[in-house]
């Protein structure tokens, strides 16, 4: 709004026709105060550009951990879940669970765990 008004009162300077001589100096003193609020408003907008980005490059880096928690969540769980998947159908049954088997898987699934998490806390990632 500041800028328009500026404009606006330029322009009417030149048209000296326009305003009578005693009316000048009072519309340049009004150009010159349009002139200050523009400065004003242009360096208050620069700050609030800056105060956004820093918030917005605070909250991407937050969202980028956070996508890096969950994607190591999900490489150490995906071995397991497959595993889980294909061979809880076929050794827990209704009728007769089979436990030999059913120990043997469960301490694969463990192991597999255990391993991806120590790997995991070596690379740093936990």
Avoid: C
Avoid at 15 to 22: G, I
């Amino acid at each position: 709004m500041a800028e328009q008004g500026r404009e606006i009162y330029r322009r009417a300077i030149k048209l000296t026709r326009f305003a009578p001589p005693e009316g000048l100096e009072l519309m340049k003193d009004v150009l010159d105060q349009y002139e200050t609020v523009a400065h004003i408003s242009d360096s208050q907008l620069r700050f609030l550009i800056g105060v956004t980005e820093f918030y917005r490059a605070r909250t991407d880096t937050k969202m980028t951990i956070a996508a890096e928690r969950l994607a190591v969540i999900a490489a150490l769980t995906l071995p397991i879940t497959s595993l889980s998947s294909v061979m809880g159908m076929n050794v827990i049954v209704n009728e007769s669970t089979r436990w030999i088997p059913l120990i043997i898987v469960l301490l694969i699934m463990l192991v597999i765990s255990l391993t991806l998490l120590r790997w995991a806390r070596k690379q740093g990632w936990w």
